[in-house]
Each structure stands twice: as structure tokens, then as C-alpha cells.
């Protein structure tokens, strides 16, 4: 039988945070290591890993990029869902994201990933242009968000459903359904920022303190 995951309280951010604050920031770190030593063949593959995360888990995520790590430059769509047959719940539709997200990047900047994110100005836009371009599958506000924080940018929210459930529980927002659209993600999002003047913790290590809270572990 599953744990129940902990009620949430600001006493029990605080405590969290005070707990886990070397192994967050941490991870952080490596988050931010990524984009300043990395080449571009691993920051597709962690845009990879958020096509497999999007309504799974992380830990299947993490499988699924390990299995297909040696195809996700030219692996076609057979051999992607092929490898990933019994890895990830939907093998098919994920290994159409990737080629199909692939042919896009390769003609819209050649596969330069980390150059084309470097040149927007704004951090919103930065996010919209993953998030709303239809070439690129499998990256919502969500997923568009983990992408970017996992490969060291800062200032964006990962509104999953524990962090969604954890402003519910502190009555921040009515409802832990995901956020449908930009305007109510945004609106979610400045919501989790205010909690972070309620508890003087950084924003980016409250989104990891909420989520360890409800899954017992620091992830990416």
C-alpha cells in the first residue's frame, strides 16, 4: 500500500528546507553545470527527459533516457519506440515527439539549442517560445519550466501536481489542477513566489523543498 505523502505547513517548509538546503542547492548546482560545460547533444537530451516526464514520473523519465540515449540523434521512429517498449507507459507517442521535435530543431537552428535559448531577452518569451510552438512536442508550461530550470535557468516554477497540491493544502490556490493555460500558470506561479517572502526561502529551492516534501526525495 502507498504512504501517504506529509500534510504541508510552513513550519514544515521551513524545517525541510533547514534539513535538505546542502543536497538542494546541490543539485542546483549541477542543474547550472549543465548549461555552462554542456554541449548541445545534452541539453536535447534533457528536453528529452521532459517529453518522457510530462503525466509519468520522473524516475520513469529517467529510464527512458537511458534507454534510447544512443538513438536521439538518429534513431528513427520505429527504433526509439521500439527501445522504449516496456521502459515508458507510452512508447509510441513519445518516440514521435522526439523526431518530430527534432526535425524541427534541426531546421530552426540546428539543433543549436543552447545558442537559440540564449538569445531571447526576456525570460517569459524564453519559455513561451518552447512552451507554444507546435513543433516542439511534449513541452506544456510545465514541462517547458523543468527543461529550463534542469539545465540552469532560474525563475521558473515546476507547477507539477505535488507542488500544485502543496498551495492547495496551504490554501495559496483553491484547486491543485494544473494550470490550463499561460495566464493561469502565471497567475500560479506568482502565487508559489509569494509564498517564498512567507518563508524566506529561495524560489528556485522551494519548488525542490515542496516537491521532496511529497515524494521523500531530491530529483531533477
Known amino acids: 500500500m502507498k504512504k501517504p505523502s506529509e500534510s504541508i505547513t510552513i513550519e514544515k517548509i521551513k524545517a525541510t528546507h533547514e534539513q535538505r538546503r546542502d543536497e538542494i542547492r546541490g543539485r542546483l548546482a549541477e542543474f547550472r553545470a549543465v548549461r555552462n560545460t554542456s554541449d548541445n547533444d545534452r541539453l536535447w537530451e534533457e528536453m528529452v527527459f521532459c517529453f518522457f516526464t510530462g503525466g509519468c514520473s520522473a524516475r520513469m523519465g529517467l529510464r527512458s533516457v537511458e534507454a534510447v540515449r544512443t538513438l536521439l540523434k538518429e534513431g528513427t521512429q520505429a527504433e526509439l519506440a521500439n527501445a522504449l517498449t516496456g521502459v515508458h507507459r507510452y512508447p509510441n507517442e513519445r518516440a514521435k515527439y522526439i523526431v518530430h521535435s527534432r526535425d524541427f530543431l534541426a531546421s530552426d537552428c540546428g539543433l543549436k539549442i543552447s545558442d537559440r535559448l540564449a538569445g531571447f531577452d526576456c525570460d517569459l518569451a524564453r519559455r513561451d517560445w518552447l512552451a507554444r510552438t507546435k513543433d516542439i512536442k511534449g513541452l506544456g508550461y510545465k514541462e517547458a519550466s523543468h527543461f529550463l530550470r534542469n539545465i540552469g535557468y532560474t525563475g ?19 484547486d491543485p489542477k494544473p494550470p490550463n493555460n499561460r495566464s493561469r500558470y502565471l497567475t500560479v506561479e506568482d502565487k508559489l513566489r509569494g509564498l517564498t517572502e512567507t518563508v524566506q526561502i529561495d524560489f528556485d529551492e522551494l519548488d525542490l523543498v515542496l516537491w521532496s516534501i511529497k515524494t521523500g526525495s531530491v530529483l531533477k
Do not use: T
Request: glycine share 0%.
Open 156 to 174: 521558473y516554477a515546476i507547477l507539477d501536481k505535488h507542488v500544485l497540491r502543496c498551495l492547495a493544502e496551504l490554501k495559496i490556490i483553491d
